[in-house]
């Protein structure tokens, strides 16, 4: 590993003044991902800036009903929060179900969106990855891919994006805070990701030096009917091969509401627009369901060894929903 400089930022504007002074520093929260890059050579910031005790650690009901989360609060603590469990069910699953206990306890919420993607290629130093090394190729297009994404990759790379809890703030149209040299601004998380394109290594639209401050999740009453659902190749602490977040309103059969967010299969948080198009004011019905998914999965480019992806996600959307309608009716 290479040797680096520690600082401890005391105050939101101090750090990011901190920043502006090495174009070679990083932000650390929880470290649970960048400290691993660093071990593997992936990532070598000349100086990591400590943001843990700025006060960022709380999370707040606001006038509107709108839920303020903190970038500092850490994973165990959102997924423990009542108003959470409350409001938003699914975003305390995909926390629960996103890494083991004592990852949960030190993973905060901001590091959590800027957290890297777990293709083997990226880790690996010895192999050539348009993300860690813009020209030099992906190697996993023909090699080892069957946990890359189906829909919206390029040429340039295929990988996923790795984080459960941003399939649910996806679901649930997040905004995300950040403060700048400039002072506080607003980025919807919608617009935080960018389409992997032919800039792989491009990967958020977070302005230079920002740093994240919180998440506010909007009132959303839909969203207390919510569920999230993560298939992954074991039990334990594990990658999803394919995950959803699924908040479902219906009153007479039909449907008045309906959030979906996919993982796993794209390399952002995938928000499926197309199939909340198609269920809202139909039939909540599993075959409504089907051909829903089928609606934005038509979108989808399965590699040679990652075809599985396209029913997992259909039976997960068709499973999930029907669920929920069970448990909603009135």
Request: proline share 7%; aromatic share 6%; hydrophobic share 40%.
């Given at each position: 590993?290479r ?19 090495d ?36 999370i ?18 959102l ?27 030190m ?33 996993a ?5 069957h ?17 459960d809890?941003g ?49 506010t999740l ?19 602490y ?15 059969g ?6 979906l ?10 928000r499926a627009?197309?199939?909340e ?54």
């Open positions: 590993m040797e680096f400089g520690y600082m401890r930022a005391t105050d939101v504007a101090g750090a990011v003044s901190m920043l502006a002074t174009p070679e520093a990083r932000f650390l929260g929880g470290g649970t991902n960048l400290v691993d890059l660093m071990k593997t050579g992936v990532e070598n910031p000349a100086l990591l800036i400590d943001v843990r005790e700025l006060p960022l650690d709380r707040e009901v606001a006038d509107d009903g709108a839920l303020k989360i903190g970038a500092t609060v850490t994973n165990s603590d997924a423990a929060d009542p108003e959470v469990r409350r409001r938003y069910p699914a975003l305390a699953q995909a926390v629960l179900a996103g890494a083991s206990g004592q990852l949960r306890n993973a905060t919420v901001g590091g959590n969106l800027l957290q890297r993607t777990r293709c083997g290629y990226f880790g690996d130093t010895t192999q050539p990855c348009n993300k860690r090394v813009p020209g030099s190729g992906c190697p297009l023909t090699g080892e891919h946990n890359h994404a189906i829909l919206d990759w390029s040429e340039h790379c295929v990988a996923t994006h790795p984080s809890m399939v649910a703030l996806a679901a649930f149209d997040a905004v995300i805070s950040v403060h700048t040299a400039d002072g506080p601004a607003e980025l919807p998380l919608s617009e935080f990701y960018l389409p992997v394109g032919d800039t792989p290594h491009r990967e958020t639209a977070l302005p230079p030096g920002a740093l994240i401050t919180g998440v909007p009132a959303a009453p839909v969203a207390a009917r919510s569920r999230y659902r993560k298939v992954r190749e074991r039990a334990s594990a990658f999803a091969n394919g995950s959803i977040a699924a908040a479902l309103d219906v009153e007479d039909t449907v008045r509401d309906v959030r967010a996919f993982g796993a299969v794209a390399s952002r948080p995938w627009r197309k199939a198009q198609a269920l809202t004011g139909g039939p909540a019905t599993p075959e409504a369901f089907a051909a829903a998914a089928d609606a934005e999965l038509a979108a989808a480019r399965p590699l040679t060894h990652n075809g599985y992806k396209v029913p997992l996600i259909r039976n997960l959307v068709v499973a999930m929903l029907t669920e929920l309608t069970q448990e909603d009716v009135r």
